[in-house]
């Protein structure tokens, strides 16, 4: 009994995996579009979510996600998240910026202590 409740428990396990790993992901204009889609009203919901293969759970999660966001937007809280391909970008720059106040001290520097020996 014991070797059965771990093997169920095992294969349970690997079809959880399983499932996890094959889940589907959605951007986030097709979150918006689907979201968009439901407020024409020109079908139901269920069947919406049939036609995109979600669970209803999962549409009326991204549909307060979606009303939440233009509520903040409209409240004048415009600020927002970057994108990671934003945050890398700015890093590079940063780091490139960096590297030219270093090279401007360093050239600074020598300029003074030339200036120096020279009187």
């Known amino acids: 009994?014991?070797?059965n409740r771990?093997?169920?428990t095992t294969t349970e396990n690997f079809i959880k995996d399983v499932r996890r790993k094959t889940r589907r992901i959605f951007s986030s204009e097709q979150k918006i579009q689907i979201v968009i889609e439901a407020m024409r009203a020109e079908i139901s919901i269920s069947e919406i979510c049939r036609k995109h293969s979600i669970a209803e759970s999962q549409f009326y999660k991204w549909n307060k996600e979606f009303l939440?966001?233009?509520?903040?937007?409209?409240?004048g809280?415009?600020?927002?998240?970057?994108?990671s391909d934003e945050v890398t970008e700015l890093r590079k720059e940063n780091l490139?910026?960096?590297?030219i106040v270093a090279d401007l001290v360093?050239?600074?520097?020598i300029v003074k202590k030339t200036l120096d020996i020279l009187d």
Do not use: P
């Not at 939440?68 to 409240?75: F, H, I, T, V, Y």
């Not at 490139?96 to 590297?99: D, G, P, V």
């Open 1 to 3: 009994m014991e070797t």
């Open 6 to 8: 771990k093997k169920k």
């Open 68 to 75: 939440e966001a233009g509520k903040k937007r409209l409240s």
């Open 77 to 83: 809280d415009t600020t927002r998240e970057a994108t």
């Open 96 to 99: 490139r910026l960096k590297e």
């Open 106 to 109: 360093l050239r600074y520097d």
